[in-house]
């Protein structure tokens, strides 16, 4: 007889609340299935309420929360965006689709997120070289904020503004004590964009925020989202626009959601303690470090494998697929991805090693401390058959 597999776990599924099926009920009640409705526009207050960033704007993706906010700043042919490396693409492919060029700056091997001073290089290089840099887009990688203040400084003298990738970081905060704030909460950022992606830590199925304390750059943004129709009783376009604006059930899924993030953070939290805990003696093995300048959420606990851990990350995730368990190696840098061949780059060794080290461990809200310790033990017992570095990893 064919053993029974276990049921998949997945790396970071989504996670009802309990509250989220009577807000679509109350969607299908009032009849407002498409986009836009009161459900749309208490998402954007309670969100705005939970952030502290005045002007929310709800649309179908991070990726198109992203594509506004470049739209609004003018970001356009002949311009540069200098971005993160370490990141998913999602975050820079706007960039390009508006016809800009794009750069990559490398991680700070502190945090994992954009480097300061090899900005202030890009920057600096750029501006000696009579191109100014448009926008700066750091992302907040697996959660943890990047150090707005420090990049903010950065860019003031060049004029470049910054607009911060948190499609990963919703309940994360930055700075501390009297600066505490919510992820993209930060003054002089020129906007914020979040994800709700099904993997993300609070979720809409898809769809995504902009936010932004700039409430000019909003309405434009939110003019743009529908179509850029002006202010007439018949349709009048004065210029193109995007079909982006988020549909009122899934406004209503993200508010069940929004009430239960809190919880879900420090789920993720407590996920990421006991992965340490569980693999506390294993020679080698390190974890993503949180930055002294805020409070991550730990959206997925990601493992550094370095000798004398004797298993390659590639060998330990197809181990763990074996076992019906899903994991990830850690984002593959932009500068090496082939669609970005030729781009260039300040930096690219310290996000090279966490790709070619790094693997994302099940980290969904729903796991307990067994779920966890399996994991932990498939882990240990790939590395103790000292077979694993045989195996080739990351292309």
């Not at 966890?372 to 045989?390: C, E, F, S, Y």
Request: one cysteine or more; a negative charge.
């Amino acid at each position: 007889m064919t053993p029974v597999r276990p049921p998949r776990m997945f790396l970071s599924p989504p996670h009802l609340g309990g509250g989220e099926q009577s807000r679509v009920a109350e969607a299908f009640a009032s009849n407002y299935i498409a986009p836009l409705g009161p459900q749309v526009d208490a998402f954007e207050a309670a969100f705005s309420a939970f952030t502290g960033i005045p002007h929310c704007l709800a649309v179908s993706s991070g990726t198109a929360a992203m594509h506004l906010a470049l739209h609004c700043l003018g970001v356009g042919p002949g311009d540069l965006v200098l971005a993160s490396s370490l990141t998913f693409i999602g975050s820079v492919s706007p960039a390009r689709q508006l016809g800009a060029e794009v750069a990559f700056v490398d991680s700070a091997p502190d945090s994992w997120n954009m480097d300061p001073d090899l900005l202030c290089e890009a920057l600096t290089r750029f501006a000696a070289e009579g191109r100014r840099v448009k926008a700066v887009i750091p992302t907040d990688i697996y959660g943890q904020c990047a150090d707005y203040a420090r990049l903010l400084d950065v860019c003031a003298p060049f004029g470049a503004a910054l607009v911060a990738d948190c499609a990963e970081s919703m309940g994360a905060r930055a700075g501390a004590g009297d600066d505490d704030r919510h992820a993209g909460a930060w003054p002089g950022l020129a906007a914020s964009i979040f994800s709700f992606n099904g993997n993300k830590i609070i979720t809409t199925s898809g769809g995504g925020m902009l936010a932004s304390d700039n409430a000019d750059l909003m309405a434009h943004a939110r003019k743009l989202s529908q179509q850029a129709r002006e202010h007439a009783p018949h349709y009048e376009h004065k210029e193109i626009g995007y079909n982006y604006r988020m549909s009122n059930i899934l406004a209503a899924l993200g508010l069940g959601q929004l009430e239960v993030l809190e919880a879900r953070v420090a789920q993720k939290r407590r996920i990421f303690r006991w992965y340490k805990e569980a693999l506390a003696d294993q020679p080698g093995l390190t974890f993503m470090p949180e930055a002294a300048n805020g409070k991550a959420n730990r959206w997925l606990t990601v493992v550094q494998m370095n000798e004398p851990f004797d298993a390659a990350p590639e060998a330990v995730r197809q181990a763990l697929e074996t076992e019906n368990i899903e994991a990830r190696p850690v984002w593959k840098p932009m500068h090496l991805q082939p669609v970005f061949a030729g781009c260039r780059v300040f930096g690219g060794q310290i996000a090279e090693a966490l790709f070619e080290r790094g693997l994302c461990l099940p980290s969904g809200t729903a796991m307990n401390r067994e779920d966890v310790d399996r994991v932990a033990g498939i882990v240990i017992q790939t590395g103790r058959r000292g077979q694993g570095r045989t195996v080739k990893g990351r292309a």
